[in-house]
Antibody, heavy 124, light 107 residues
Framework: QVRLQESGPGLVKPSQTLSLTCTASGGSISDNNSYWSWIRQSPGKGLEWMGYIFHTGTTYYTPSFQGRLSISLDTSGVQFTLTLNSVTAADTAVYYC????????????????WGQGTVVTVSS | DVQMTQSPSTLSASVGDRVTITCRASQSIGNWLAWYQQKPGKAPQLLIYQASTSDIGVPSRFRGSGFGTEFTLTISSLQPDDFATYFCQQYNSYQWTFGQGTKVDIK
């Protein structure tokens, strides 16, 4: 069973760029059922799915993050990275990476594997 | 996008109680609904998918039901380990959204 682990800075200054990495172990991220996602959780907004990357490099970002979010695959093939530009205090949250598992006939994905989460605070 | 509304927001119950949480979708989502359990300081864990299918290892006291716009998660006999927050999530389209959560605490 694949396991996920987030890493990155816990503190980011307003207007700067947040970068977080998710490392997968115990399995491949190169399968056709997995949508490697970032989800964040803040007290004010609950769980908020941000977007995904597929192993081919195809990405989807939700409208809330269009233009500010980028998700990329590392050349190692076991990591994917979130980059969020122009952060504000509203981006303070726990950030999770997760596997969206989509079976062939499903219209979308459920999240069956999660990292432990990493706390990010945006503050000067 | 599809809005998911859970009720109640908080539920106080005792060990052994039967507990029901409701999740309503702003439009029909078929049976493309998942339920998660989250304990403080931990990541959510998948309990149920496709409205009524239990994930591997989930105790049989957790049961999901519903179709279309109304769904329920029922815990048949609440155990001490079940005090947590529960979220629903729809995946009927390319945009996947969560409910705001229902906290089950000790009465």
């Amino acid at each position: 069973q694949v396991r996920l682990q987030e890493s990155g800075p816990g503190l980011v200054k307003p207007s700067q760029t947040l970068s977080l990495t998710c490392t997968a172990s115990g399995g491949s991220i190169s399968d056709n059922n997995s949508y490697w996602s970032w989800i964040r959780q803040s007290p004010g907004k609950g769980l908020e799915w941000m977007g995904y990357i597929f192993h081919t490099g195809t990405t989807y970002y939700t409208p809330s993050f269009q233009g500010r979010l980028s998700i990329s695959l590392d050349t190692s093939g076991v990591q994917f990275t979130l980059t969020l530009n122009s952060v504000t205090a509203a981006d303070t949250a726990v950030y999770y990476c997760a596997r969206g598992w989509r079976e062939y006939d499903d219209p979308g994905a459920r999240f069956d594997v999660w990292g432990q989460g990493t706390v990010v605070t945006v503050s000067s | 996008d599809v809005q998911m509304t859970q009720s109640p927001s908080t539920l106080s119950a005792s060990v052994g109680d039967r507990v029901t949480i409701t999740c309503r979708a702003s439009q029909s989502i078929g049976n493309w609904l998942a339920w998660y359990q989250q304990k403080p300081g931990k990541a959510p864990q998948l309990l149920i998918y496709q409205a009524s299918t239990s994930d591997i290892g989930v105790p049989s006291r957790f049961r999901g039901s519903g179709f279309g716009t109304e769904f329920t998660l029922t815990i048949s006999s609440l155990q001490p380990d079940d005090f947590a927050t529960y979220f629903c999530q729809q995946y009927n389209s390319y945009q996947w959204t969560f409910g705001q959560g229902t906290k089950v605490d000790i009465k």
